[in-house]
């Protein structure tokens, strides 16, 4: 087995560092090829819950399992070659930004590069740069913004074209209209592949197929953006404060 279709199921599964749980007794069903927003207050448990996917976190109670199996049992090179993973804290090498996007490649073809660049926004700023693609990021990557790390590795894992595309709030240094500049590119990127956005951010989950609310380590709500907004509950909540928060911006 080399290629994973993409389905992932959480079945009564918690996680606790040392003592303290963090995630209580998951059940949840993400099926192949469908956009997963994942929601919640600050220390709700969402980083945790994505890390158990690509096995960066082991989980010790309950069942994770990838297309029906366990996911012990899928060998972690398969595994982590099927996943693209964009983490909160992006990191980069000391190296040129083409090589950070192609890093573990054993081949790749420049029409990739410059597609996975572009769904990115990422490829008007690099022909600006002087030296293109070629541009040195510095120590982990000091000559750019804090934007470009993160959509320089939202391009290391979009040209790995997996099947499934986990983004851990990778596009909180993004201005908003650069953010939907990629989130368009990304819905036709993402037809086909399995899609979790960790997102506190309700422009980058709402047209999710399912989204899910955390707290304190449970899941408290789920369902599409207007579901949760008719249920008047924690993410309708978040809505009504990001909306007004975006009314006194404008007012500034």
Known sequence: MNILEGEI??????????????????????????????????GSGKSTLINLIPRLLELKQGSLTIDGREIKTIPLEVLRRNIGYVPQETFLFSESLKENIIYGLERFDEAKLRRAVSISAL???????????????????????????QRTALSRAIIREPKILILDDAFSSVDVHTEEKILEQLRKFRKR????????????????????????????????????????GIYANMCHQQRLQEELEKTV
């Not at 693609?133 to 120590?139: H, L, N, Q, S």
């Not at 408290?220 to 949760?228: A, C, N, P």
């Open 193 to 232: 592949r399995t899609c979790i956005l960790v997102a506190h951010r309700i422009s980058t989950i709402h047209d999710a197929d399912l989204i899910v609310v955390l707290k304190d380590g449970e899941i408290v709500e789920q369902g599409t953006h207007k579901e949760l907004v008719v249920k008047r």
């Open 123 to 149: 490829d008007d700023e690099i022909e600006r740069f002087s030296q293109g693609y070629k541009t040195p990021v510095g120590e982990r990557g000091v000559t750019l913004s804090g934007g470009q790390k």
């Open 9 to 42: 199921e959480f079945k009564n599964a918690s996680f606790a560092y040392d003592e303290k749980v963090i995630l209580k007794n998951i059940n949840l069903k993400i099926p192949k090829g469908i956009t997963i927003g994942i929601t919640g207050p600050i």
